[in-house]
Structure formats: C-alpha cells, structure tokens
Nanobody, 120 residues
Framework: QVQLVESGGGLVQAGGSLRLSCAAS????????MDWYRQAPGKQRELVAH???????NYADSVKGRFTISRDNAKNTVYLQMNSLKPEDTAVYYC??????????????WGQGTQVTVSS
C-alpha cells in the first residue's frame, strides 16, 4: 500500500507565495513522474506541473515563470513553489504519481488535496 499526502496550502493575498509539499509513503522502490494538478470549483482538474525522476520539468502556460516544481528523490517528496499568486490560482491542488514497490506498480495515485485560496 502506498499513500500521497499533500500539505502547505492556505489563504494568501494576491502577489504572495506558498510552497506545497507532497510526500509519498510505503515500501517504495522508485517513483518516475510526479505531477501537480489543480481543480477549481466548477472546472475540470488540470495539470499544473510535471517532473521526471531525472528532474525534467513542464508547466502549464498559466503558471510558467511563477511556479517551480522540484523533488527530493531520497524523501520521495515533490514540491511546488508558487510565487506571484493570482486569484485565478485558487483551487484544490493534488499530487499524482506512479509508484513502484517490490510487489507491484501502483499507477495513478492521488493525494487528498490541499486547498489554496488567493484573495484579491
């Protein structure tokens, strides 16, 4: 059994910053890609940022230059540094990963989400 747990969300004023964390737990051998998604009320969940085990990254156009994804492979943790936040960044943020354990690969694992609210 594996688990992803996000933390770091909260309420911030426009222009402010937050740093989200997502830690994977379980008997983990490796994690290839780790992603951050977000879902605003009434909208579909969207991919925000993506990082491979080697550190290659991709971002949604809406967050390029403001958000930075990083990871600590030794801690099985992915981070999302969010700067210059805008009200339209308000959403529940989720991490997602495929996790390899000794017995199997757990595909498409989701955390419980962390709320980010940006006030104008």
């Amino acid at each position: 059994q594996v688990q992803l747990v996000e933390s770091g969300g909260g309420l911030v004023q426009a222009g402010g910053s937050l740093r989200l964390s997502c830690a994977a737990s379980g008997n983990i051998l490796s994690i290839n890609v780790m992603d951050w998604y977000r879902q605003a009320p009434g909208k579909q969940r969207e991919l925000v940022a993506h990082i491979t085990s080697g550190g290659s990254t991709n971002y949604a156009d809406s967050v390029k230059g403001r958000f930075t994804i990083s990871r600590d492979n030794a801690k099985n943790t992915v981070y999302l540094q969010m700067n210059s936040l805008k009200p339209e960044d308000t959403a529940v943020y989720y991490c997602n990963a495929d996790i390899r354990t000794p017995g199997r690969i757990y595909y498409n694992n989701w955390g419980q989400g962390t709320q980010v609210t940006v006030s104008s």
